[in-house]
């Protein structure tokens, strides 16, 4: 039970992530660096628009996290989403992260939350024999 809520704990914070950097920082514009980021790397002249559909695609993600559907070719995305994207932005816009390079430390923490929780709690959870109680 306690493993359980654990998990579901962990799958409830990795989705607000998804949605705090998509809906806040992306699709509301609260955090300008990030379209500052996506003019860089992609696109100046459409940076508005990529970075609005980048946040409603991190906004998609959250609600699949939540639905638990295919939840391992969702752990995989993530993770490889997590890796590229941090891997540009430390060799092309690291001025523009938040903590510099120190930036990856917090991905790698988040991909192993995101590995650990689908692909450590989730099989234990499965695997965990019921007792039934007469």
Not at 19 to 39: A, T
Not at 40 to 67: C, F, N, P, Y
Not at 104 to 129: D, E, G, S
């Amino acid at each position: 039970m306690i493993l359980q809520k654990t998990h579901k704990t962990i799958t409830y914070f990795i989705a607000a992530i998804w949605i705090i950097n998509g809906l806040f920082c992306k699709v509301l514009n609260l955090i300008p660096r990030h379209e500052q980021i996506v003019s860089k790397i992609i696109d100046r002249d459409h940076s508005q628009k990529l970075t609005i559909l980048i946040g409603v695609l991190e906004i998609l993600m959250a609600i699949w996290i939540l639905s638990s559907i295919k939840s391992k070719l969702n752990t995989v995305l993530q993770i490889i989403i997590v890796a590229v994207m941090n891997t540009l932005e430390f060799t092309l816009v690291p001025d523009l992260l938040l903590w510099g390079k120190f930036n990856a430390v917090f991905a790698l923490i988040f991909i192993l939350i995101v590995y650990f929780n689908n692909f450590y709690m989730n099989t234990k959870i499965q695997k965990k024999p019921y007792a039934i109680i007469s």
